[in-house]
């Protein structure tokens, strides 16, 4: 690029800045009048906050204190002490001296509740009422753990990093939060990633074409998209969940979208949080429709320990992953963690062909607590890849391969693929991340928190000599990437009846689209980065700046209710510019078309003039996909929301609420906005959630010792969400659609007899298109520009299942209080859902069937070398079942190169990944 682009584009960044910032004040402006017009909600936030400050003087505080032993008396060290405030929701922590003792000093006179945990014992909670004058004494007594409890908890967490949510914790909360705890993590596998955690929660569908974390995965939850595993998308808007990995968001600001292999390790995670729907304010992110999952990793312990264990099972898959922590040390505890694992996929060809993957990851953490607050600074490094088979015809419609064999699960088997020669594409995604977090008690009543993070993602996919597209783009090599830089800073404060919370982020990315479909024959190189004739490709530049921010007040008039109504502005800036000259070579004679007003014919780069594009020998004309050269908009907008928590005993929970959030829409690959799409036509997706539940939680009760179970009823319209066209005459135009979700989610979990544990997730839903229009916005529209467009509205959502459900039963078998051996059994089946059409480009009313796969595991701890070891077997899909994840209808024109010559290529059959068959894992892991 020359000197005058770079002036252009620099006084273009002013211009977008100040149009930013305009928009921002107009969204200020528009809060005022928002304000001005709810009067209650003003009233309720006035008369809390004057409420809440008379009393606050006289509060003294008095002291709860204790003494930590075990069954036998003796005292317990370094346990984690939690007391949480029962009525402001706050919680402070400590740990228990070489005495066991622990004390808490200026607690204020309410209803308190008292948790410890310990590495190797159950853990123990206790409700106290607190007095204006009086201290308050308890002394936990610790029993010890089960074998699977003391299997899967790694040291006890310290009370300043990031400890599994209690079940205490999670009645609290007037939202629907799932906490999918070590127990449920292991029901996806031992080489299972990220993506196939989240299958445990209450109304998830996961798809994809492998089998563990080294390949990319779709998650839906209650209907909402994220991730995407190489199919169809254009059933709903992708990208509307989010994902944090210890409180960081690692979806893509500009795509929407999370690339699940960056999460290829199972034994990093300590634990998942779901939250269902855009939760409040203060917690809410950028892609928040649908809800969000947290995956919090191994944290910093007070102990010092270590784990390794070491998988080997079914198609070659082989594991190795550790865990280490430093134990506390004048206040600093650090914890690092690893593992590597490779592969074939299930998925054979008749070459010899495995479809081979591999994956590792790297995680570290240090935490340095004192008086005052906390800092940690953490740092994440993946890599994961694997071979991607292509989707297979159920049925032989008359596909050949190179050797003669019909290709379809009929004919060719069910779990077969194309042979290398005839396809082999390979997915690498990468992720880095650094970020500090900082945690500051400012007085007694305020709490500051500040989080700074740096983030590189990079997909690398490479195809060679394609069967499937031969011509001037038989050869693929996609390689975008993004950084992402932000800031998220929090404020609370905690008085007697309201916890007023307010703060914001900033995050800054820069988006790169490159992408290179070529042939070497006519000039071309991936890797070289050189354009060939009749090649598609693109490098454009995507500047997107997310700004938000939020007030909300948790205003408790008594103890067993609580109303927390919420404010957040948002602000979305998105900046294009297309690069493709100058970050590509092209070929000698090499012109390619563009949609760029500076060049309406063609583009020659050497010579820098018009010309007629180049075409290839097969006919294609050599095109730049990223069109306009360049653009700006910026988009604001106000999301109120209310939720509200009653608690008539100690034992229930009723709550419900309103939320609102918008996203901006998804940017990237060959066309959307500011590439096939006008940029005016940048819409914000709406999504308005509305949920109402209960939850119920005992502790020692007859056949309840440790149960929590939730049910809720939720309400979801997404509307704006964003479907763009580009008509055959190069008219850019946009559509949208808009959809509504209903249905129930339900859990519990239960301990009800020493070493038996149960669980179970149900979700029943409808998701229906209220209103889809393919081709144009509207019909009216399509009319008055005598477009040809089609209608889908009342049809329903595609690849929402009615029904999901899991559950399971663990049990340890023990002689003489010794744990011999724990068989564990669950199962999971996804029903019935909506198959979309490639053919029509639109939803169905035709279904895919349901399925069920059962599962079983059996740990066992084992003496070698007078060392502890614990061995576990897994047999997931005992019995085989067949069965298809995802399936839709094909145009036809994917497979089209496998019809005989001189024979039309057949349409309107459907095309399916299946999912794995049994498989079998052996772990052994040893711990210290």
Known sequence: MDRSCFVYMSLLDIANCSSFISQVRHSFRKAQTFVRRMPLLAGILVAGWMLAMSPLCSAQGVAVKGKVTDAGGSPISKAAVTLTDLTTNTAVHTTTNEDGQFTFKGVFPNQQLVTVEKAGFESFTQRVLVGKNTDVTVNPILKVATLYESVVVRGTVSPDAKPVPTREDVMAIPETIRVIDRKQVDASGPVAGGAQMIQSTPGANVVGYGETGATKYTVILNGIQQGWAGEATSFTAPGSLGITFDGVPVADPATGLWQSAT???????QNLGVTYGPGDPATRWYTNVGGQVEFTPIQPTESMHFSLALTAGSFGQQNLAFVMNTGAFHGWSTVFGGGVGQGDDFRQAPDGFSNPSSDGSLFGKTLKSFSSGSFAFGAYYAKAGGYRAT????NDVGLVEPNGTHFSQATSGYYSALPYDAYNKYDTNEMSMFYGRQNLFLGSITTLQNMTWFTHIRRLHRRNDDLLSQGAQVDEYNNPHSNMFGDQIDMSVALPLNTIGYGGYLLHEVYNTRNNFYNPAFGGSGAGEVIGAGARFRSGYFQQDDLAFYAQDDFHPIPQIHITPGLRVVGFSTSYSDQAQRDFSFAPGVIYSTHCALFPAGHDPFNNILGTP???????????QGSLCGGHESRSSIEPSINVGIMPYSWLTLYG?????????????????????????YTLAKAAYSQFGGKVHFRNAPGFKDFIAGVNYFHLDYTNQEIDFETALGLQISGGGNSTYHGVDAFFDDDPYRNLHIFMNFAGESATFTNYIQGGP?????????????????????YVPNVTLNAGVYYGIERKEHVLIEPRFWMEYVGQQHLWSNNTGGPTDQTMSSYATTNVSFVAPISLFRQSFNLRLDLMNLFNTRYNQWEYISSGGYFASLAPTGTTPPSNYINAYPGAPRSVYGTISYQF
């Open 391 to 394: 989707v297979i015809p159920i």
């Open 657 to 681: 609420g309103y939320d609102v959030t918008f996203r901006s829409p998804s940017l990237g690959g060959g066309g959307g906005q500011f590439q096939a799409v006008d940029p005016n036509y």
């Open 263 to 269: 999460m290829p390790q199972n034994l990093m995670i």
């Open 614 to 624: 180049t075409v290839a020998p097969d006919g294609s004309t050599t095109k730049d």
């Open 778 to 798: 509207s019909l009216a529209e399509c009319a008055a520009q005598g477009l040809t467009c089609t209608s889908y509205n009342n049809l329903p959502v595609s």
